[in-house]
């Protein structure tokens, strides 16, 4: 039988904050993994906070999945506690958006197109690719149905490729609870960087339970 291991503050890592907001759909994964990303501060593992971040099933089969999203590296324990990227969210995120592109170059936005967090860019240049996230966002959200069909051949990212199949520009949806955010990368995208866990945390704690 599986068993807790006392005293364990769980992070999630970069891998963890991908699998927790590339996709919508409600997973036992994706609730476990953002109901630790919401909290300002790492939890302490219990056997009763794992049943509340899992939202219904037994004990068992969230022993199950928690030890699943171990073993694929998605989270990580500590003997203390880890705090969130402390500050507002206009003064925190362009510096951790820097470190998501080989070409220090990227833009947060909203689903309506409002430039959240911008590095590398000029002001204009950053405007409008929140504007074309956004569009993108729309897109998804109206073909959800069609691009369901496409299963193993769906892919999470959308890009502007030249002739060769080269991607200089992609956009990424983001999921945090019922907010849509749209991640534009110039080059090529870095989310296997702890920036990227400090980026998605940061934008559970403000919006992962709105």
């Not at 300002?40 to 593992?45: E, F």
Request: charged fraction near 15%; glycine fraction near 10%; charge should be negative.
């Amino acid at each position: 039988m599986l068993e807790i291991v006392p005293g364990s503050y769980l992070t999630v890592t970069p891998y963890g904050a991908w699998r927790a907001v590339a996709r919508a759909e409600p997973t036992t994964e994706r609730n476990i993994l953002l109901g630790i990303l919401q909290e300002a501060m790492s939890p302490l593992l219990s056997l009763e906070a794992l049943q509340s971040w899992a939202s219904g099933g037994t004990p068992e089969d969230a022993l199950e999945v928690l030890l699943e999203l171990q073993e694929e590296a998605c989270l990580e324990a500590w003997t203390s506690p880890r705090v969130a990227p402390i500050g507002t969210l206009e003064s925190t995120l362009p510096g951790l958006l820097g470190a998501l592109s080989d070409s220090g170059q990227a833009v947060l936005a909203d689903r309506m197109g409002f430039c959240l967090a911008i590095a590398g860019y000029p002001g204009d240049t950053g405007e409008a690719l929140a504007a074309v996230g956004a569009d993108i966002l729309s897109v998804a959200e109206r073909q959800a149905a069609a691009l369901s069909h496409l299963g193993e051949h769906l892919l999470d990212g959308w890009g502007n490729v030249d002739a060769a199949g080269i991607s200089g520009l992609s956009f990424w949806p983001m999921h945090v609870g019922r907010t849509r955010l749209a991640l534009a990368v110039s080059g090529r995208p870095r989310f296997n960087q702890r920036a990227f866990a400090e980026l998605v945390w940061a934008l559970c704690v403000r919006y992962g339970k709105v």
